[in-house]
C-alpha cells in the first residue's frame, strides 16, 4: 500500500475548499488555507465525524455531528469536545501536482 500519492493538481481545489482523498487506505482531507494546502485525516477525533461536511472559518474545522473543533496548521483541538489532535499529514507540491505522505504524521 502506498505511502504517498498524488492526489489532484494545484487547480482542483479553490482557497477555502476542502477535498477528501484516499492516500494509502487512510482518508484524507485536503484543505486550501488562502493558497496554502493542509491534509489532516477527514475524521474526527472524537466520534470519527465527517470533517469533510464541516465547517472552514480562519484556518479552523469544525465537526458537523458535535461542533468540536481544530486547527488545521497544528491540528489542535480549538473547541470541545474532541481532546485529542487531528492527525496532519506531509503535502507538497511537484509541478502542479498535489503530493500527499500518510506514512508519518507531522507536527
Not at 18 to 43: F, I, P, R, T, Y
Request: with cysteine.
Amino acid at each position: 500500500m502506498a505511502r504517498v500519492e498524488t492526489v489532484g493538481t494545484t487547480g482542483d481545489i479553490e482557497p477555502g475548499d476542502m477535498k477528501k482523498v484516499e492516500v494509502g487506505g487512510k482518508q484524507v482531507l485536503l484543505v486550501n488555507l488562502d493558497g496554502e494546502l493542509a491534509a489532516v485525516s477527514a475524521e474526527c477525533t472524537h466520534a470519527g465525524g465527517p470533517l469533510e461536511e464541516g465547517f472552514l472559518e480562519n484556518g479552523e474545522i469544525e465537526c458537523p455531528w458535535h461542533f468540536g473543533r481544530f486547527d488545521l496548521k497544528t491540528g489542535g483541538v480549538t473547541a470541545a469536545p474532541p481532546i485529542l489532535p487531528l492527525p496532519r499529514y506531509k503535502v507538497w507540491i511537484r509541478g502542479d501536482e498535489v503530493l500527499v505522505d500518510v506514512g508519518e504524521t507531522v507536527s
